[in-house]
């Protein structure tokens, strides 16, 4: 496993930017797959992006496509959710998650590592 800790999230008005960073620490990052899923209150979890190890290919649910950016920077071992045209229905926790050589589709993956989570409010 690796250890994962996100940043960037906060309070935005909608149609507002913000990126979420997350580093990863333990193991060589260019061998994980790297996402982002989202927990809004009430809901369950899902898949928001994903990238994978090789190649760098990208994944994104159907609600945030044309809209988020995912991205990652192995020289930093970190990863990155450039969010933008927020809406009030991206409200939720947004957690990093991880898999050694995993694979990814735009379903999500199964990942094996996760970090803390951090809050992103749109107001309308």
Known sequence: QVQLVESGGGSVQAGGSLRLSCVASGRPFSSY????????????????????WIGGSTYYADSVKGRFTISRDNAKNTAYLQMNSLESEDTAVYFC?????????????DADSWGQGTQVTVSS
Do not use: L, Y
């Open 97 to 109: 998650a991880a898999r050694i050589r995993g694979s990814v589709t735009v379903s999500g993956f």
């Open 33 to 52: 797959v790297m996402g982002w899923f989202r927990q809004a209150p009430g809901k369950e979890q899902e898949f928001v992006a994903g990238i994978s």
